[in-house]
């Protein structure tokens, strides 16, 4: 039976360190699916569809790029991980680990995961290069920078300009977010 795993993830936008853990799992599986979700509990830069739209046009660069390994999907999805895990026939969630309280909460998660619905977890540890990279902070970055050309580290070109598309555009996100900086500053 092939050994499926899903990488959730609210890929707001998806980073470079999110491509890694995409390839480096398509190494350990048979097959991934790289679940784009809302996360509750934070507001969207972009669109499911922008998002899901991006990963696809992101992952099909490292599917050219190594194409014996495992095949990869992009799907989005609501509600819980694991039932969306579950649905889909997946042996495991797939998890990227940048740092101690990175997997602090992961852990916890993964315990929670394989107790209650009985899937289970597996890490990889984000390269140095990707060890304080995230969303969040690529957000901020947006809004309160001036030149995006410093994100290109951080994300693939076509992420850059649909960052700087949103910053145009004044994204209640990006203003919210420079108008705290504002007071707090």
Do not use: C
């Not at 394989?114 to 947006?142: D, K, M, N, P």
């Amino acid at each position: 039976m092939p050994h499926l795993a899903v990488f959730p993830g609210s890929f707001d936008p998806i980073t470079y360190g999110h491509l890694d853990v995409i390839a480096r799992g398509r190494r350990l599986f048979d097959g991934l699916i790289v679940a784009v979700g809302r996360n509750p509990g934070k507001d969207a830069l972009f669109t499911t569809d922008e998002r899901v739209a991006m990963a696809e046009r992101l992952v099909a660069d490292v599917l050219a790029r190594e194409p014996d390994a495992a095949p990869v999907s992009v799907r989005a999805f609501s509600g819980l991980t694991v039932d969306f895990a579950r649905s889909v026939g997946a042996a495991a969630l797939l998890r990227g680990v940048r740092n101690l309280s990175d997997l602090q909460y992961e852990v916890q998660q993964a315990i929670t995961n394989r107790e209650v619905a009985g899937i289970e977890t597996a890490f990889v540890v984000a390269g140095q290069t990707f060890a304080y990279t995230s969303s969040s902070l690529i957000r901020q970055i947006t809004a309160m920078g001036n030149d995006l050309t410093a994100l290109a580290a951080m994300v693939p070109p076509p992420v850059v300009e649909a960052l700087r598309q949103k910053k145009e555009a004044r994204h209640p996100l990006l203003e919210r977010l420079r108008a705290e900086r504002d007071v707090d500053g």
